[in-house]
């Protein structure tokens, strides 16, 4: 029997724990082949809704253990309630291979699930709130999930002819148009995300660059505060486009820029690379179209930032660990 998270739109069927809530699985029904002899249409191995996600591995399968324990605070501390009923540790936590599939899928195809109502402790939730209190893998694999699946939903026609597209063949992700060949496959946006940080001219004290996007919204008090971030552009390099988008955004220079880690982000379907940098030279002067304030911050008083599991907090914890503040 095949697992099988189940979504609707941007959110994913849980039940809640005494740690929180949890991605339920359900069991999809495996297709008989003597089905096909007793009349029953067989159910193709690919159907829009159903995708098979890949083996989601924790940070610890690529990070030192010095690394790891810079995130003692914010992530490998954080011990969750899995489908057996075991606790995980988050750092080293494995979300295994599974299948995702849409609840309009399920209903179709009636396969059961659990009952969803008030009091049921069964609920749909949105990712962004799951992913504060997830470990790493298996929030990396719902958002796999809600990207793969919203490609099906997007890529049912060739972009070149406009026929109608039907899956690959052998098991490879990839829509195929049958008149005139086109291969489409599911495609990730690269941004990069990046925390400049200078002493203070005054005390010294380490601050990081921090403004306020118009997309945070103006009412909610106190206002949020993130790090710069943008699209890379066709011709670019990382660090180039790291460059470019804090020149545009704030108006000043950077140095010593260096790649950090990385983060997949499924609104819509971006890949976060996160850089670190020092700040060079220059006056800030925002740009209005997509920030209404920007401004240096020493660490021990920070405004508002972004949610934990977000990657734009783990760096800023990271450079706030160095100093020996926490967040």
Known sequence: MTRAFVFSDDTVLCHQTINGWWPLHIQLPTFNI???NSGKEPQPTYQIGNVALLESLAPSHWQSEANNSINDGTESLVATESDSGTTEEAATFTAQAANAITYDYAVAHD???????EGSGNAFVPYRQLITQLPAALSAQISQAIQLLRWQTDTQFCS?????????????R???????LLRQYPRVQPCVITA??????????MQILLAHH???GEQKRPLMYGLIAGFVEVGESLEHAVVREVAEEVNISLSDIHYVSSQPWPFPSNLMLGFRASYAAGDIVIQEEELSHADFFDLSDLPKIPFKGSIAYELIAQIAHEQGIAL
């Open 34 to 36: 003597s089905d096909s």
């Open 196 to 205: 400049i940080t200078r002493p203070n001219p005054q005390t010294g004290e």
């Open 111 to 117: 396969i059961a699930l659990p009952m969803i109502a």
């Open 174 to 180: 990839a829509m195929v148009c049958p008149v005139c």
């Open 214 to 216: 118009h997309r945070y």
């Open 160 to 172: 070149r002819c406009a026929s109608p597209v039907v899956h690959a063949t052998a098991d490879e």
